[in-house]
């Protein structure tokens, strides 16, 4: 019962520097999400996809890159990283059963 | 549009005192509402949910009930523990009776319980 890993677990990258972040889910979820999680905002969201190769904007989504080439990957990506993309980034999953499954997050450092 | 209010932290308690955590929300149709935890350096855990009006969730020993009347859906337990210091998120998801849909988030409470 391994869930949704995501990986890395903490990254320092500089600014303007493109950078990934991975996000794996070992079941079959349709829905798959990215959210960021900032003192004062709570969790936001980046974007969100309802199954391989659909994606859907969320209320933050300027300066990410998302795909869905399989179900068990969204990656995400910052195409030219900026001190305010400095976060916690969390991706989850969800399906009617289980509903919604979080990752342990990655946490973004960008100087 | 669909959003969450709940109170303001940090909320600071001693151990066996009474927690209400107040939540409020707006939403198109009829949400499902959830209350998540986050423990220091871990990702969110489902606490409890209600996905219909006058549910009533419950876990762990607290409970939130589903009031369509007020908007609301108030996190309360009779008597915390220190291992409860946690930060709180009210959700709510903007399909019907479903976990699948994308979820709102408040802003997050976050709990200090004093032995």
């Known amino acids: 019962d391994a869930g949704i890993t995501q990986s890395p677990r903490y990254k320092i990258t500089e600014t303007g520097r493109q950078v990934t972040l991975m996000c794996h889910q070992t079941?079959?979820?349709?829905?798959m999400f990215w959210y960021r999680q900032d003192l004062g905002h709570g969790l936001r969201l980046i974007y969100y996809?309802?199954?391989?190769?659909?994606?859907d904007k969320g209320e933050v989504p300027d300066g990410y890159v998302v795909s869905r080439s399989k179900t068990e990957n969204f990656p995400l990506t910052l195409e030219s990283a900026t001190r305010s993309q400095t976060s916690v980034y969390f991706c989850?999953?969800?399906?009617?059963?289980?509903?919604?499954?979080f990752g342990s997050g990655t946490r973004l450092t960008v100087v | 549009g669909n959003s969450v209010t709940q109170m303001e932290g940090p909320v600071t308690l001693s151990e066996e005192a009474f927690l209400t955590i107040n939540c409020t929300y707006t939403?198109?149709?009829?949400?499902?509402l959830f209350w998540y935890v986050q423990y220091p350096g871990e990702g969110l855990q489902l606490l409890l949910k209600?996905?219909?009006?006058?549910d009533k969730g419950s876990n762990k020993g607290f409970e939130a009930t589903y009031r369509k009347e007020t908007t609301s859906f108030h996190l309360e337990k009779g008597s915390v523990q220190v291992s409860d210091s946690a930060v709180y998120f009210c959700?709510?998801?903007?399909?019907?009776?479903?976990?699948?849909?994308?979820?709102?988030f408040g802003r997050g409470t976050q709990l200090t319980v004093w032995p």
């Open positions: 079941w079959s979820h349709s829905y």
């Open positions: 959700a709510l998801s903007d399909q019907r009776g479903s976990t699948l849909g994308r979820l709102y």
């Open positions: 939403a198109t149709g009829y949400p499902s």
């Open positions: 996809s309802a199954a391989a190769d659909i994606t």
């Open positions: 209600a996905t219909k009006a006058d």
């Open positions: 989850a999953s969800s399906d009617a059963i289980h509903g919604y499954t």
